[in-house]
């Protein structure tokens, strides 16, 4: 079987047997080789995309990017490609993942020149030291300018304000009005919130009428499982290792790879 264009080109730099486990993993993930080669940590980041480079006949950036002005940082991370600055001797600089080195590769041949290669990480690091300050505020603002009513943020909001006013005109109109007229209206209040919380302590001691849902006759094979990816981070929290680790090892899950990366 060929293999998968995504990694066909390290033929001769990869040991074959590696590049035939990848790609039989990746059809068992439903996923690409190239991923599935870079994640196990089967050929290095900068010698997979050196050998790109070289595919392509192309510059690999190795050093500080200079990146284009006006760089619009959420489109260069997604599409994994970014504008070079005016007077190096590419336009581009791509980092391409997954199929998309598949595509470029396909591409090369129809394009004038093709753009100069990095690794993600160096194409991710150059476009927060050039955009650090504006990705910075909208991870700290971004959910509040989008998403007002889903943003918890400090201070009284609109809702917060309006009830405050309810309150406030309550108190003063049974402070107007006489005083048997206040008791009965103040008598009448309780008696709404004492039934609000009747209702809800007797929803709580109401069993459910549902019936339960019947128990599968049979387990579903392993094959027919989603796959979900599982990232555990640690930070100087070396003591519950062991017990994170026992932890993980009783989820009833079939394991189809693992992987860990270190990052300093």
């Not at 993930?29 to 190239?34: K, P, Q, S, V």
């Not at 993600?120 to 989008?146: M, N, S, W």
Request: some cysteine; aromatic content about 4%; hydrophobic content about 50%.
């Amino acid at each position: 079987m060929p293999l998968p264009a995504e990694i066909a080109f390290l033929a001769g730099r990869v040991p074959p047997a590696t590049l035939n486990r990848a790609a039989a993993l990746a059809r068992d993930l439903g996923t690409d080789a190239a991923t599935v080669l870079l994640n196990e940590g089967w050929i290095a980041e900068d010698a997979f995309y050196r050998a790109l480079a070289y595919r392509l006949d192309t510059e690999f950036l190795d050093h500080a990017i200079p990146l284009g002005d006006g760089l619009c940082y959420r489109q260069a991370v997604a599409a994994g490609a970014a504008p070079l600055a005016c007077g190096h001797t590419r336009k581009l600089v791509a980092a391409p993942r997954g199929y998309a080195v598949a595509r470029l590769i396909e591409a090369a041949e129809r394009l004038e020149g093709p753009p100069a290669i990095t690794s993600p990480t160096r194409l991710r690091e150059a476009v927060f030291a050039q955009c650090g300050q504006a990705i910075a505020e909208e991870a700290a603002d971004g959910l509040a300018r989008h998403r007002p009513e889903w943003s918890c943020r400090p201070g009284p909001q609109t809702v917060d304000l309006t009830l405050a006013g309810l309150v406030l005109a309550l108190v003063v109109l049974l402070t107007r009005l006489p005083t048997l007229t206040s008791l009965v209206l103040l008598a009448l209040i309780q008696a709404a919130m004492l039934a609000l919380l009747t209702v809800r302590l007797a929803a709580v001691g109401i069993a459910t009428t549902e019936a339960p849902e019947s128990a599968p006759d049979a387990l579903l094979p392993d094959a027919a499982l989603p796959t979900y990816t599982v990232l555990v981070a640690l930070f100087r929290e070396a003591a519950v290792v062991p017990r994170l680790v026992r932890a993980l090892g009783r989820i009833d899950y079939p394991v189809l790879c693992s992987n860990l990366t270190q990052k300093r």
